[in-house]
């Protein structure tokens, strides 16, 4: 199983990006995908999920409105566009799989993780 997040970089407060995470080893489309963030010396923290079917998302307060989770079942790729980024957005940012069809805010709710990809913005 592999979980490769990319996208990530240095931006300015108020600019976009937009977070892939390829997924392999696995049925992509049998499972909910989640993201998390961990800002240095904080714990992990959800962002973002979506159902296998892409039909149900969910956000953390802090980021509705300004960000939005997506997938293609066709690629095997879930996604985060994030705009009105702001400097406390900083963080490494990480996808999972959760352990079925739904998904979870909590980070015991996901089976699989990729390795990370940074964020910062800038002020």
């Not at 997040?5 to 696995?26: E, I, N, P, Y």
């Not at 973002?48 to 960000?67: E, L």
């Not at 009105?84 to 996901?110: I, Q």
């Amino acid at each position: 199983v592999q979980l490769q997040a990319s996208g990530g970089g240095l931006v300015q407060t108020g600019g976009s990006l937009r977070l892939s995470c390829a997924a392999s080893g696995f049925t992509f489309n049998n499972y909910g995908m989640g993201w998390f963030r961990q800002a240095p010396g904080k714990e992990r923290r959800f962002v973002a999920a979506i159902s296998w079917s892409g039909g149900t998302t969910d956000y953390a307060d802090s980021v509705k409105g300004r960000f939005t989770v997506s997938r293609d079942n066709d690629n095997n790729t879930v996604y985060l566009e994030m705009n009105s980024l702001k400097p406390e957005d900083t963080a490494v940012y990480y996808c999972a799989t959760a352990w079925g069809y739904g998904s979870s805010t909590r980070t015991s709710g996901y089976r699989y993780w990729g390795q990370g990809t940074l964020v910062t913005v800038s002020s």
